[in-house]
């Protein structure tokens, strides 16, 4: 599975992005999807994830209530809506992928794009 992620950017605290993410090559509802992201110097850490229908979708607490995990199976494609920015938002946000069901782990995903820079200025 190829991961496209992209949609990253410049932008002010308080202002939204959204993030896309278009894997190729497998059946997508096959795979559980998540988002992660990684600042300088800081470890890469799960931000949100949805189960492969999309039923349900997992949040890391800071973000919870301000991102928003979205998939859309018939388009083959993975959302992460994220509104009200903070500095601390800055990041490189990576899709990732793994066949069955969802985790938190990063370790267990094998499928990973190549990452969209977001950087929110205050």
């Known amino acids: 599975v190829h991961l496209q992620a992209c949609g990253g950017g410049l932008v002010q605290a308080g202002d939204s992005l959204r993030l896309s993410c278009a894997p190729s090559?497998?059946?997508?509802?096959?795979?559980?999807m998540s988002w992660f992201r990684q600042a300088p110097g800081k470890e890469r850490e799960f931000v949100a994830g949805?189960?492969?229908?999309?039923?349900?979708?997992f949040y890391k607490d800071s973000v919870e209530g301000r991102f928003t995990a979205s998939r859309d199976n018939a388009k083959n494609t993975l959302y992460l809506q994220m509104n009200s920015l903070k500095p601390e938002d800055t990041a490189v946000y990576f899709c990732?992928?793994?066949?069955?069901?969802?985790?938190?782990?990063?370790?267990?995903?094998?499928?990973w794009g190549q990452g969209t820079l977001v950087t929110v200025s205050s």
């Open positions: 990732a992928g793994r066949y069955g069901v969802f985790t938190y782990r990063p370790i267990q995903y094998v499928y």
């Open positions: 090559g497998r059946t997508f509802s096959d795979y559980s």
């Open positions: 949805i189960t492969r229908s999309g039923g349900r979708t």
